[in-house]
């Protein structure tokens, strides 16, 4: 009898991981459904930007280069612009299936994307709305990691402090700014396309605001530092301050919920962060420098 009950036992568990499985495969079938008009949208705009880039590439003529990147810019836009609403239909979809990985999973994906940047305290909401067993799963947990860097990293938070040497051998701490100056990290990579095309911008905002108590340290990704260095000196930026991350000293780029590059953030003589930006276009440019200009040109 006893052989029978334990029988029965071990049958109903699997059974039930059994439901469970078949349970989250119909809802990615769902969710495959659900994604199928934004994925239209998003299909159709990486072909027109496939078009542009490649007229882009032959283009000869100064003017019409800029026109088509400009016209790629608009393309981008409109495309995190679609994802930014799948997004949102994956918030609901989410609070729909509280007991399942898949929907987890879902909103997971992007928790540290540009899509999911201003979305902190939906996600919050949508992570405590599943069930314990979900939350408490190793995907779970691992949601629960992403949100607390992503709380403290989020415009409006206190700037984790760090204390790392610069490219110089100097100990550098954020805290040594408080009070002093406005400091922009701009996280990037000597390999990074995008980080380099945006440092002639960035040198410009260096020039004209420094003196009105503008700083900037810039933090590398690198792997190799005598490739960073060679970049520095390249691009002529050694004014600012430059901290390389090695693999011991990485934890900047995990309190700083930092995933892909270009992203920069910028900090308030309080230490409060007032400005986030992931990844590049001209949008993030005009609104890191309208940012700029309402504090130093203000009066």
């Known amino acids: ?43 159709s705009i990486i072909k027109l930007q496939k078009e542009v880039n490649s007229k882009i590439e032959i283009e000869q003529d100064s003017i019409i280069k800029e026109q088509l990147k400009l016209r790629y810019d608009t393309l981008e836009n409109a495309n995190d612009e679609n994802a930014i609403e799948e997004l949102k239909l994956d918030f609901v979809f ?45 995907k779970g947990r691992q949601m629960a990691e992403n949100l607390q860097y992503f709380k403290q990293s989020k415009v ?24 002093k100056q406005y400091v922009l990290i701009d996280f990037w990579a000597s390999w990074c396309g995008p980080c380099r095309e945006e440092l002639p911008y960035i040198k410009e905002l260096y020039k004209k605001y420094h003196q009105q108590g503008f700083e900037i340290i810039s933090v590398a990704k690198d ?17 600012w301050r430059h901290i390389f991350t090695s693999e011991d000293n990485r934890t900047i780029i995990k309190d700083y919920f930092v995933n892909g590059i270009p ?14 930006w992931k990844g590049s276009g001209e949008n993030n440019k005009h609104d890191l420098q309208q940012l700029l200009k309402s504090i130093f040109e203000a009066k």
């Open 1 to 43: 009898m006893k052989i029978l009950k334990s029988s029965f036992i071990v049958l109903f568990v699997l059974l039930s991981n059994f439901t469970h499985a078949q349970s989250d495969e119909e809802i990615e079938k769902m969710i495959v459904e659900l994604h199928k008009p934004t994925k239209k949208i998003r299909d």
């Open 94 to 138: 989410a609070k729909k299936h509280l007991n399942s990985l898949a929907a987890l999973q879902l909103v997971r994906m992007n928790v540290n994307r540009f899509i999911g940047m201003n979305f902190y305290d939906t996600y919050e909401e949508v992570f405590q709305n599943f069930t314990p067993e979900i939350r408490n799963s190793e």
């Open 156 to 179: 409006g938070s206190a700037a984790p402090n760090f204390t790392l040497q610069d490219s110089n051998g100097k100990v550098i701490s954020l805290d040594e700014f408080k009070g």
């Open 223 to 239: 792997d190799k530092p005598d490739l960073w260095k060679k970049a520095i000196a390249k691009e002529k930026i050694e004014n």
């Open 263 to 276: 992203h920069k953030i910028l900090i308030d003589k309080n230490g409060v962060i007032i400005g986030k």
